[in-house]
């Protein structure tokens, strides 16, 4: 068993070279990393930062996978980005913050092909718990599709799929959060895949919401995080 442990560990960390190889080329410097159990699957959080505008790093890090033969989309602009790389054994989901005038922070998630699997199928079985966020309503009538978090650095990840309209999913949080004494920070005006921030304290909330293109349901997204890694 200790042995299984220690290969699984081993492979995510090989497996995530190349986008670590993409981002340290293009200027991002991977600023924190942890191992997370989601729903008893094993993932990996990597975080990359640099000075490039969110919309130049989402462009620089499609075209160098690209041009490494991976299939990723990183779709967005200087306001926000998100996107998925998929390899042979994983599924990396990525999604890229402004964290301050002309930088970005790129968070991506990694899980091994088989770890996906078991959470979708525990989710669709109604296994998967919901999980319990400061201040943070679930997106009403969601299904819980992918849920991560780590105590000690109160950074918690959970995505949402369900019906209706990304503008459907930013007015119920628009209304839910300043009520639970969350203050807006940005993005309220921009288009449909741009995140939405706001802050509490030390903690910042980011909501993200788009249009799945190939099944059409909404993908709400939440990142809460502490201001500072």
């Known amino acids: 068993m200790l042995a299984a442990d220690a290969n699984a560990r081993v492979f995510l960390r090989g497996e995530g ?7 340290e080329a293009i200027g991002l410097k991977q ?23 969110v919309g130049v790093a989402a462009n620089r890090l499609e075209a160098g996978l690209r041009a490494r033969q991976f299939d990723v989309a990183i779709p967005g ?11 042979k054994d994983e599924l990396t989901r990525m ?3 402004p964290s301050g005038d ?34 943070v309503p679930s997106f009403p009538g969601g299904r819980l599709a992918y849920h991560i978090e780590d105590q000690k650095t109160k950074t918690t990840v959970a995505v949402y799929r369900g019906a209706g309209a990304p503008e ?14 969350w203050e807006p920070m940005g993005g309220r005006d ?7 921030m706001y802050r509490r304290g030390a903690l910042n909330c980011t909501v993200s ?9 909404l993908i709400v997204t939440l990142l809460i995080r502490r201001s500072s890694l």
């Open 17 to 23: 070279a190349p986008l670590a190889e993409v981002s």
């Open 31 to 53: 600023v924190y990393r942890t191992e997370y159990k989601i729903n008893g699957s094993d993932a990996v959080l990597e975080v990359y930062g640099g000075d490039l505008p």
């Open 77 to 87: 602009n200087d306001r926000g980005a998100m996107g998925v790389l998929t390899t």
């Open 95 to 97: 999604m890229i913050s």
């Open 102 to 135: 002309g930088k970005a922070m790129v968070f991506a998630v990694r899980q091994r092909w088989e770890d996906v699997a078991r959470f979708n199928a525990t989710t669709a079985s109604g296994q998967a718990p919901d999980p319990t966020l400061p201040g």
């Open 168 to 181: 459907d999913a930013r007015r119920f949080y628009a209304q839910s959060l300043p009520s639970n004494g």
């Open 190 to 196: 921009g288009g449909r895949s741009v995140p939405v």
């Open 209 to 217: 919401a788009q249009t799945d293109g190939k099944t059409g349901e």
